[in-house]
């Protein structure tokens, strides 16, 4: 089946710094990828989506300057938390689907866990 | 607004089989699909349903009707790992995945 790689599966930060985390299709390719954050006993929540080659598109309330996305391969898609605060701690989790229709499952990453002090 | 229903928590006994019920109310509608999250984790995803009916797949069933804006994740002969959330989301009439909040189930011995 097709497979998601997520890394870093975890990572603790200082406040201020950034932290960049990876998504990788490893055996087709994602035309489209998502990136989710994810509260304690809540619910998925779409942050932005990103096509290969054009920029990402943002949820309202998403700031784009803080949560940079780059989607520069068809394999590869990239988000930066940029100056990280301790309301950013969540779990991230990618997905990647190779075409935006009807049937087609979102595949997930393992997510990533962030914990910022 | 755009909205999808699940009971927050299930519990069920290993062997017996639980329903988890989704209602939802969409833009449009092209598809609900059924993902299992375990704690911790990314979601797998379990099933599809597009069309009216019952789709089976080993101890996992999954329901669905359009007019009733209604599904249900039927699971038999429950395992201990089965114990997870398990989340309905529906794809709208511009593709966008609409998740529901998820139903935390709990098996007991």
């Known amino acids: 089946g097709a497979v998601v790689s997520q890394h870093p599966s975890w990572v603790i930060c200082k406040s201020g710094t950034s932290v960049k985390i990876e998504c990788r299709s490893l055996?087709?390719?994602?035309?489209?990828m998502f990136w989710y954050r994810q509260f304690p006993k809540q619910s998925l929540m779409l942050m932005a989506t990103s096509n290969e080659g054009s920029k990402a598109t943002y949820e309202q309330g998403v700031e784009k300057d803080k949560f940079l996305i780059n989607h520069a391969s068809l394999t590869l898609s990239t988000l930066t938390v940029t100056s990280a605060h301790p309301e950013d701690s969540s779990f991230y989790i990618c997905?990647?689907?190779?075409?935006?229709?009807?049937?087609?499952?979102?595949?997930f990453g393992n997510g990533t866990r962030l914990t910022v002090t | 607004g755009q909205n999808i229903d699940q009971p927050t928590e299930m519990t069920a006994t290993e062997g017996a089989i639980v329903q988890i019920n989704c209602t939802y109310q969409?833009?449009?509608?092209?598809?609900l699909f059924w993902y299992q999250q375990h704690a911790g984790e990314a979601p797998t995803f379990l099933s599809y349903?597009?069309l009216d009916g019952l789709e089976e797949k080993g101890r996992f069933s999954s329901f669905l009707s359009r007019s009733k804006g209604y599904s249900y994740l039927l699971l038999k002969e429950l395992q201990m790992k089965d114990s997870a959330s398990y989340l309905c989301?529906?794809?709208?009439?511009?593709?966008?995945?609409?998740w529901g909040a998820g139903t935390k189930l709990i098996i007991k011995p």
């Open positions: 349903n597009v």
């Open positions: 055996d087709f390719q994602a035309t489209t």
């Open positions: 969409t833009s449009g509608f092209n598809g």
């Open positions: 989301a529906v794809r709208d009439s511009n593709y966008q995945l609409i």
């Open positions: 997905s990647a689907t190779a075409r935006v229709s009807g049937n087609s499952p979102l595949h």
